[in-house]
Every structure is written in structure tokens, then in C-alpha cells.
């Protein structure tokens, strides 16, 4: 019987995004995820693409279909879970099929496998110190060397021989004729985890954590596969939680994914796993290179690994026996994809966890608004880790107000208290962290005497600084012009917000001229192994002081550290971003988490133009619940998630009129559909990046199946308008950042 493939052919044009049928020829095995070359349009243009489906019957004319040509060379099959899970992300956040299926790809290409090449001995020991003796005695030096490593080692590493003994591939031709040795190559994995860990001692538990670790795997047990979340203090011991639950769950054959919102945290959370779990454990990011993707790419699939770490791409690794999703620290905005399809990890995370029949864990001290609010309604098991595991106490916490040092004539960009504390740990030895909060800083305007910031009448958001001296909110649409005077004060110190870390560490070099520095930002970590190399110095004690923007206060445990300064707290306070007070507290309380967690007592300094702002006050107490009960109150008033849902549409192109036309024409589309509210389309943020003009729409909705609708109606329309020809259009649901 014939039988038919479902293809979606490797092309970018979004018009063409669909399946296409071809007969499979006889005697060709062909199954869904496998790639094929096939015969594209009019000219039959040879082209790869995707089997997503096999079937007997045929859609369309079968004398008119035509046949696969060949299977790709090198094809890496996905499975068709993943080919699903693809689709789902098609269907709820946009784009084309391919751009989804290159998102779960983590894989793409086949890469020539690492050949390992060793000298092995073929006789026995007495055989080889005869060996010995007869080529002392005929002068010949190197046989014999090589001959003496070899007593002590069945096998040694040939570049070994050939570099650090000085072999030369003449020597060891002649030992192979002599039957001493034989040469012997074999195809091997290249392991991104460099070394060995030694063995972690045996944690016990603390009764909170156990009482977690029980009341889980009672339900894991049971066959019982849900969604849960950790919601525990900064050092309350949620790593030792997950390793005592993964011990378990791979004790039934099964495989785990621990996904961590940034590569700078693999340095740490695979030293600690290889030690638990030995080399059974690996990572996959976007630093490694094709041949080291590509070789976990297989290990995973043949069950040669059980546990996977690393950032949001690792969430698609292709295991066959697929048990625990862990998403550590996942209110992180880095697990929202920002390129096409706009995923956001969290919630295809727990797709994939009821399609493979796998549990998922959330863990965070100051978990996503959107996840608490799916606790209190039921949809997620939490669980609570108010105190810090050992002996560990929670910092001490100081708020410094920057207009009071202003008015003391203090013109450091350290605060008198911060700059106190900084002498006395340098004095005893210990460690410090400074943390610029960078995050979410897009040009916000405020007023150096009283802290005053421009905010938008209509949305409460701070308004943007454009080029042209207007003030312009990128949510509704509100502008007006750059004021001379602060509005509240009448200062003419009013002016854009900003401070970098390169500043930072100069400013620490004038005041503390003998202090060790390390500054870890997007410049000093660009190499492959950045983060790495800067973590582990700092651990190492080679640096008094560790500067550095976010990336920083994510979940790093160093023992020395008694001392956080966070400098600007305002940075990210008062961005444009109806997330900017959840962001900034979520920072803040993260931040002031990497002090005190090992022997030494921790303090942090808080340096803020707002200490009265219900943001700070809430992380200066760490009153997790304070804070979201206010923050709750200003997204229902105001009309955003968690209550109702939010649909960024953005049309970009090369023109700018044809931007803002093509925009204008899915506004129109769009605005008087029933059960959403759709605001006019505005310039974004940056109406320009690399002569690419771009344009939003904000559409709301409280039912996420309304804007699903309108995405869908959204793409037919944009497919068939004339005027969005040269217009593409992007979609991000409930966006974590404003455009």
C-alpha cells in the first residue's frame, strides 16, 4: 500500500508555513522527525524538511503528488513528542512551524563523531620488562620508555606518548611489529564537564525539607504527576530538596531536566550534581560547541546520561524516559524566549510534563505572581521553606536613602553606611558583592534632588526618553516634552537614569585602592568559559570584591561573602515595564540572598532615591507576601496579567511608513473585537534596531483562548493584505518585557 508524509519544508517565507504531502517511496523508511530532501515548487528545486506524520490516504490529487527524493545526510531524528510539543508552541505564541521546531531542535545537524586514539599493551608484565632489558641493551631509549609507562598502565592516550614521552610514530610502528602494542582508535563523546567532582558528603535533611522530599515522592509513588512549587527563602537548602527527589526518581530508570535561568549558574550546580550523581550528569547551552551539543544530544537519547542541566534550550532534550522537569528559579525573565516563537519556558515546561507523563517542579524565594496565583487557585501543590538550612541566619538589611546623602553632601556613588561596612569586611578578610541593577533600565527620567520620576497619566509607568526630547509612554501612547525643571521640586537636575559597572569598579579602585576586583558583566564573560573562570576565582578567594550586573545574584553560594551592596536599586524600579516593581523586588531580594549563607553574618545595604516605594520596604523586611498582595492589588486595578492576559502585537519593516501603515491596518483588524481591548499601535521603545522600524500593539483579554483567536485571525490577515507585504509580524503573549 502507498503511504504518504506530512512534511513542513525548511523554508522562511511565513505564506508557505504549512504541510505538504509526498508519497514515500517503496522501499524507503521514513517516520516522523526524520529530515528528507524533497522536491519543492515549480522547479523542483531540491529542499529539506521535517516528516511530521505518516498516512495512508492522500489530501489532494495523488497523480499530482510528487515523491520524497532522498533521507538528508546526517538527518537527526526528533521524536514525535517533540514534533508535537513544536506545534503547541506554534499554536499559542506565533510564528511559523519551522521557526518552532528550530526552537526544540537542540540539535540540527549531525557532527563527525571524536575519535580517540590509545596505545595498548599486548603482553604481560614479565613479557614487557624482558622487553625492557633487550632494548636497554641494543641503546633503544625511547621503546624502552614507552614500554616502562606501560607497566604501570594497560592503555596510555597517543598524544600523551607522542607529546609528553616523545615518541615519535616511527618507535611506535616498530613496538607494533614487535607485538608489544597495538595502536587502537575508537569513536568517544566530548564531555563539556570538565574533571572529575569529588564525592559531597551525605546533607541530612532539615524537617522542613524532608517533609517536602516525602510528601512528593508519596504523590510521585502513586503515579501521581502534577505541578509543584517550592517556595523557599534564599538558603533554605532547595538544591539539597531536588537532589534527594532526583535520587529517587532515577532510581525507577528514570531521566531528569534541571533547567537554570543562566549559564552562570552551571559552573556551580554541575559541580555539586557530579558530585551527588558522579558522570552520569551533563549540561547543554548555546556556549558549547556543535560537537559537544551534538555528542549530548546522543547521549541522552541512547540513556547514557539520567540528568541534563542548563538554561531553557535543555528543556528540549530528547529523553526517551522522561520523569522530572525541575525549573529552578523561575519567576528568572530569561526563561521567556525573546526570538520567535516568544515561548515562555514555564508554561511548555509543564506541557511537556503532561504529555510524557513527568512531574514538574518550580522552585523560587520570590516566585513569578503568575505561578503563586495558579497555587492559591489551585493548579499548583506548594509547598513553603521559611528558614535557612544549617546554621545559616538571614542578613541583616540596611536602606540607605540617596537624597539624604545628597543633602550630607555625599557625592560617592557608595552611601556612608555601605562604604563603613565595605572597610570593615575588607579589614577582616571577607568577600563582597556590589550589584548594579541594570535589569530593565530603558532611559527613565527622574530628579536627583527628590527622586521625582516622569510616569505616564494613563498606565502608571515611567514614561521613555526619545532622542527628539519627548517623553512617550510605550503602552498607550501618551507623549510630551522633556521638562526643564523636575515637576515636583523645581530642580534642574533632572535628567535620563544610568550607571554601569565599569564606572563602579573605577569608583572602587579610587576608594579602596588595594581591595582585589573582579567585574563580571556582558563584556567580561563573552568568551566560552567567561563565567566560569570569574565564578571560580571569586570562590577561590583571588578577589575581595565582585562586581556585577543580575547575572551575579542568581543562585551562587560563596561562603566568604558577609556583604551586598546593591547601588541603585531605582535602575530597574521605575522602567518602562508594568513588571518593573516585580522585577526590581524579586532582584533585590535575590541579591541580598548571597549574604550570610555560610560561617560569617551577612549585611546588605539597600542604596535607593525610594525607600518609602512599597517594593523596597517589602524586600528590606523579605516579606514576600507584603509585597505581592500590593503588587496583585495595582495589576487587577490596572488591567494586567496575572489577572488578565496581554498580547504584544509587533509589525516591523525596512520602511518607516510602511511600518506604521501595516500596523495601523491590524489595529483596524483587530479593535473592535469582542471580549479584548485593543490600545493603538505605538512606536516601540527603540522604534529602530539595524534599520528596522517597529511598531506594538497591546491587546488584553481575560480568556488566553480570545487572543489565541486573534493571533490566529491576526496571521490570515497579514498573510493576505496587500499592504503588510513588506511588513512581518511578531507575537508575544504576556510579554516580560515593554517594547
Known amino acids: 500500500m502507498t503511504k504518504f508524509a506530512n512534511v513542513y519544508v525548511d523554508i522562511s517565507y511565513d505564506k508557505l508555513d504549512k504541510v505538504f504531502q509526498y508519497r514515500i517511496p517503496e522501499g524507503m523508511e521514513v517516520f516522523p522527525g526524520l529530515e528528507v530532501i524533497v522536491p519543492f515548487g515549480m522547479g523542483n528545486k531540491p529542499t529539506k524538511g521535517i516528516v511530521t506524520g505518516i498516512t495512508d490516504s492522500c489530501d489532494f490529487d495523488e497523480s499530482k503528488i510528487k515523491a520524497i527524493d532522498s533521507i538528508a545526510s546526517g538527518s537527526i531524528v526528533i521524536e514525535s513528542k517533540l514534533i508535537a510539543l513544536a506545534a503547541y508552541i506554534k499554536e499559542t505564541c506565533g510564528g511559523t512551524m519551522n521557526e518552532a521546531l528550530r526552537a526544540v531542535l537542540p540539535v540540527t545537524k549531525e557532527v563527525k563523531r571524536k575519535i580517540s586514539t590509545e596505545v595498548v599493551r599486548k603482553v604481560s608484565s614479565d613479557e614487557l620488562s624482558d622487553y625492557i632489558r633487550e632494548c636497554n641493551r641494543k641503546k633503544s631509549t625511547a621503546k624502552a620508555r614507552l614500554a616502562a609507562e606501560l607497566l604501570s598502565s594497560d592503555s596510555l592516550d597517543k598524544e600523551a606518548v607522542t607529546g609528553k ?301 526619545h532622542k527628539n526630547g519627548t517623553l512617550m509612554c510605550h503602552y498607550c501612547g501618551y507623549t510630551e516634552k522633556m521638562p526643564e525643571k523636575c515637576p515636583e521640586c523645581g530642580s534642574p537636575y533632572i535628567a535620563a537614569f544610568g550607571l554601569g559597572t565599569e564606572k563602579v569598579e573605577e569608583f572602587v579602585k579610587k576608594e579602596f585602592p588595594s581591595a582585589r576586583t573582579l567585574r563580571m558583566d556582558a563584556d567580561t564573560t563573552a568568551g566560552k568559559d567567561g563565567h566560569e573562570k570569574i565564578l571560580s576565582a571569586f570562590a577561590n578567594g583571588e578577589a575581595d570584591i565582585l562586581i556585577g550586573t543580575q547575572m551575579i545574584v542568581k543562585g551562587h553560594d560563596f561562603e566568604k561573602v558577609s556583604l551586598v551592596g546593591i547601588l541603585a536599586a531605582d535602575l530597574s524600579l521605575f522602567a518602562n515595564d508594568y513588571l518593573a516593581s516585580e522585577k526590581t523586588f524579586q532582584l533585590l531580594v535575590q541579591a541580598s540572598g548571597r549574604a550570610g549563607r555560610g560561617r560569617y553574618k551577612g549585611d546588605v545595604v539597600v542604596q535607593t532615591y525610594h525607600p518609602e516605594h512599597y517594593c523596597v520596604e517589602a524586600a528590606a523586611k523579605s516579606d514576600y507576601f507584603k509585597f505581592y498582595d500590593r503588587e496583585m492589588l495595582f495589576r487587577r486595578l490596572s488591567g494586567y496579567p496575572p489577572y488578565v492576559h496581554l498580547l504584544a502585537v509587533v509589525a516591523l519593516g525596512k520602511k518607516e511608513d510602511e511600518t506604521e501603515n501595516g500596523s495601523n491596518k491590524l489595529y483596524e483588524a483587530v479593535k473592535d473585537t469582542e471580549g479584548v481591548r485593543c490600545g493603538k499601535a505605538v512606536w516601540a521603545a527603540v522604534a529602530k534596531i539595524n534599520d528596522i522600524y517597529r511598531r506594538v500593539i497591546y491587546i488584553r483579554s481575560e480568556d488566553m483562548e480570545r487572543l489565541i483567536e486573534v493571533k490566529n485571525r491576526l496571521e490570515a490577515f497579514a498573510r493576505d493584505e496587500r499592504e503588510l507585504r513588506n511588513v512581518s509580524v511578531q507575537f508575544d503573549f504576556d510579554p516580560r518585557a515593554g517594547y
Do not use: W
Open 165 to 465: 614521552l616523545h615518541i615519535s610514530p616511527a618507535t611506535l610502528n616498530a613496538m607494533v611489529r614487535d607485538g608489544v602494542i597495538d595502536i587502537v582508535s575508537k569513536e568517544v563523546y566530548r564531555d563539556p564537564v570538565k574533571g572529575n567532582a569529588e564525592k559531597t558528603r551525605d546533607i541530612v535533611l532539615n524537617k522542613q525539607q524532608e517533609q517536602v522530599v516525602n510528601d512528593f515522592l508519596d504523590d510521585y509513588n502513586r503515579g501521581q504527576r502534577g505541578v509543584y512549587l517550592i517556595h523557599g527563602v534564599t538558603g533554605s537548602g532547595k538544591t539539597e530538596v531536588y537532589m534527594s527527589i532526583i535520587e529517587e526518581v532515577i532510581k525507577q530508570g528514570k531521566q531528569v531536566i534541571f533547567l537554570i535561568p543562566e549559564i552562570a549558574l552551571t559552573f556551580q550546580m554541575v559541580k555539586r550534581f557530579k558530585g551527588r550523581f558522579g558522570n552520569r550528569v551533563s549540561i547543554l547551552n548555546s556556549r558549547m560547541s556543535a560537537g559537544e551539543r551534538y555528542d549530548q544530544y546522543l547521549r541522552s537519547k541512547e540513556g547514557d546520561i539520567d540528568i541534563i542541566i542548563g538554561p531553557r534550550s535543555a528543556l528540549f532534550t530528547p529523553f526517551a524516559n522522561l520523569g522530572l522537569i525541575i525549573m529552578d528559579e523561575e519567576h528568572e525573565g530569561s526563561y521567556k524566549s525573546e526570538k520567535t516563537p516568544k515561548y515562555h519556558t514555564r508554561n511548555v515546561a509543564i506541557k511537556r510534563g503532561q504529555m510524557e507523563g513527568a512531574a514538574v517542579i518550580l522552585g523560587s524565594a520570590t516566585p513569578s505572581l503568575e505561578t503563586t496565583k495558579m497555587a492559591e487557585d489551585g493548579l499548583v501543590k506548594r509547598y513553603f521553606l521559611n528558614e535557612r538550612a544549617g546554621k545559616g541566619e538571614m542578613p541583616d538589611i540596611y536602606v540607605a536613602d540617596l537624597k539624604e546623602e545628597i543633602k550630607a553632601k555625599n557625592r560617592s556613588i557608595f552611601s556612608r553606611k555601605l562604604k563603613e561596612l565595605m572597610e570593615d569586611r575588607l579589614a577582616k578578610g571577607e568577600q563582597i558583592m556590589l550589584f548594579l541593577n541594570r535589569r530593565g533600565y530603558a532611559g527613565f527620567v527622574s530628579c536627583r534632588s527628590c527622586g521625582h520620576v516622569m510616569k505616564c497619566p494613563h498606565c502608571d509607568v515611567s514614561l521613555n526618553y
